[in-house]
């Protein structure tokens, strides 16, 4: 295959902006490539928030293992995050959060700051003006009561019994979504021991003495719930619970099974963090191999970084080397790299390394389901998703078919290797097939997960606990299937209606892993074209228009995350490369042919996002970014994807310089 840089302009082409996008593209696909692990892989850092590293070092004190040297790198970082009136938030420019301040201050009261240094006391007025540890999250206050800070007596009940209901009953652990059952079974064995190890220090400088919020009506599920916790508080007085050894005892069995190669749960720092201390407190020894090869995994996910101040460290929430490599793999054979590329294969070949080909929790609601299909993370075998399946089917697409061309009559890709690229992708899409939900739509991590109820429960005031079909993994799900030619399948075909049904009355899309309707149209739009859906479609045609209505000025697209609680954010917000992406991507899928007014607003709209990502690019060839453009919890946690600023605006560069370069003068 020609390198699109390599190709002639077609006549009548404009040599100047068109020479712009294909120089742009050049220096993202090298920087990109310059990135390769030599195993085959890619990954960019995951940043969160602090309340990562103040958990980290809250951990660490609970163990009796942290370090001058670990408290002194993380503080430093924790104070570089903190804004100018005192505060700390959950995204780049975000507004301020109370429970991630009042983390970040406690965590420093834990390495020495003192409670009247100014930016102290500056996270002191503002935490006191806006409701004190009081209003703060559930999760917040559960780690305030390890450390005395809190009483337990005033949070949740969350009793290990919950791992006897079988699944058909409400609320047993396989309604709740994979990263919340993982988190919540170790909970409930913390939650039954009560543990409270001081601190030299208190925090009442944080307390208003607000008393709890009054219960919520009778006649409400939630205040129901709210009334049957205050029983449950009776409950955990007596002295003898029946059966409440055997449900910590299937607890441990539980949670134990579940550990992963690297020593981690569910490759995510919540389950993994709380069931080091539900392990810790049933007995297990920091030395047990089990609680060795977990705490030697959190090393690999932290970050060090020397600066001027000296050492900081902070930790991933999460690892996405899967995720990230199929996405570098479309970007770079869309900007032109051949499928039988060195890079492309190495992988390829890494990626196929990386199936898995044993069953998870997923299969209590699929029994009968052969396992397949890919992780989002380094290890995950317990917990495969539909959206990084589908994305890495479209990548092995690419390394299979645009491979299998002939060289003086020689395959490029050698039959044998071809036939196991070609068996996982069969395996991995009749796996994400048979995770459809009943209602036509597709989750990420399991099927039918939508028993609303779990949302009643007083534990439940942080974060998504539940995993229903989402547009953005609906929509990749159905383009990988019409990529491998089952277009027509009949859950493909249900997929598309699902997709048409939640299309939002503005024409845009909900995100529900990405910021936010611009994340959702991004993938959706490509998707229903990509499966047969004509250009001309009302919703293609309502999608379009609502991109073009929401670029920005600088030709650029950007939706803040406030967009998840706030409408009026609903597609605006500052340019950035990854949305721009997503925006020139959804244009490019929906551009009509001919030279009506339509499409001539659909490319001049495409033709400013590309000049956008030729004009905004840095000298090394990828983009600035640090706004988060990532979502873990709607609403809640957000994640700065680093790869995400070059891969996107590769892929659209690509596709723009393809469509662009075939068109008739």
Not at 243 to 272: S, Y
């Amino acid at each position: 295959m020609t390198a699109i840089a390599e190709r002639p302009l077609t006549a009548g082409a404009q040599p100047g902006p068109l020479a712009a996008v294909r120089h742009a593209t050049d220096r993202a696909r090298g920087h990109l490539l310059a990135l390769q692990d030599p195993a085959g892989w890619w990954k960019g850092e995951l940043a969160t928030n602090v309340t990562m590293d103040a958990e980290d070092l809250l951990l660490r004190e609970f163990l009796g293992i942290r370090t001058p040297e670990q408290s002194a790198a993380s503080a430093r970082w924790i104070r570089s995050q903190q804004r100018e009136d005192g505060t700390w938030a959950t995204f780049h420019g975000g507004p301020a959060e109370l429970s991630t301040t009042v983390e970040a201050y406690v965590a420093l009261r834990l390495c020495g700051d003192a409670p009247d240094a100014p930016h102290m006391k500056l996270a002191t007025a503002w935490v006191q003006a806006n409701g004190g540890v009081e209003r703060t999250r559930v999760f917040t206050r559960i780690w305030l009561a390890l450390f005395g800070l809190w009483d337990w007596e005033r949070l949740p009940v969350m009793p290990p019994e919950l791992v006897f209901l079988p699944p058909q009953v409400p609320l047993n652990v396989y309604d709740w979504a994979c990263w919340a059952r993982q988190t919540v079974v170790p909970l409930t064995v913390v939650s039954h021991f009560r543990p409270s190890r001081p601190l030299p220090f208190g925090i009442d400088e944080l307390r208003t003495g607000a008393p709890d919020p009054a219960l919520l009506p009778t006649a409400s599920v939630a205040g129901l719930f709210q009334r049957a916790d205050k029983v449950l508080h009776k409950y955990e007085k007596l002295r003898r619970k029946p059966g409440r050894k055997a449900a910590l005892t299937r607890a441990v069995e539980w949670i134990v099974a579940r550990q992963e190669a690297d020593g981690g749960w569910g490759g995510i720092q919540p389950p993994w963090v709380y069931s080091i201390m539900a392990l810790h407190l049933m007995g297990y020894q920091l030395d047990h191999p089990v609680l060795k090869a977990a705490l030697d995994g959190l090393e690999g996910f932290l970050v060090h970084e020397d600066t001027p101040e000296g050492p900081m460290r902070r930790l991933e929430a999460c690892q996405s080397p899967v995720w990230d490599t199929a996405l570098a793999v479309v970007a770079l054979t869309d900007a032109g790299m051949p499928g039988d590329d060195p890079a492309v294969v190495r992988a390829a070949d890494w990626l196929l390394r990386e199936e898995i080909t044993v069953r998870g929790d997923w299969a209590v609601r699929r029994p009968n389901l052969a396992p397949g299909g890919w992780a989002f993370e380094f290890a995950n075998d317990g917990y495969p998703d539909t959206d990084d399946t589908a994305e890495v089917v479209i990548a092995l697409h690419r390394a299979t078919r645009r491979g299998v061309a002939h060289d003086h009559g020689a395959p490029l890709v050698e039959p044998t290797r071809l036939d196991a690229l070609q068996g996982a992708v069969d395996r991995g899409v009749r796996w994400m097939a048979g995770m459809q939900s009943k209602d036509g739509g597709w989750g990420a991590f399991d099927a039918d997960n939508m028993r609303y109820l779990i949302l009643k429960l007083p534990f439940c005031d942080f974060g998504a606990v539940i995993d229903p079909p989402s547009a953005d993994v609906t929509a990749h799900i159905v383009e990988a299937m019409a990529i491998e030619g089952r277009a027509r399948d009949p859950r493909a075909l249900r997929g598309i209606r699902w997709l048409l049904d939640h299309q939002e009355q503005d024409g845009s899309w909900f995100g529900r892993w990405g910021a936010n309707h611009l994340y959702g149209t991004g993938a959706v739009v490509p998707a229903l074209v990509e499966a047969g859906v004509a250009r001309d479609h009302p919703a293609v045609r309502r999608a379009a228009d609502w991109l073009i209505e929401h670029q920005n000025p600088d030709g650029g697209w950007g939706e803040d995350l406030r967009s998840y609680q706030d409408p009026a954010w609903v597609g605006r917000g500052e340019s950035t490369a990854s949305q721009t992406g997503w925006a020139l991507l959804a244009l490019l899928a929906a551009q009509e042919p001919g030279d009506h007014a339509r499409a001539a607003a659909v490319r001049a709209a495409a033709d400013r996002g590309a000049a956008y990502l030729a004009e905004s690019q840095r000298a090394d060839g990828t983009w600035g970014e640090d706004l988060f453009t990532g979502t873990g919890f709607p609403g809640d946690f957000y994640i700065n994807y680093h790869l995400y600023r070059l891969v996107f605006p590769l892929t659209a560069l690509g596709r723009y310089l393809a469509d662009r370069l075939v068109e008739s003068p």
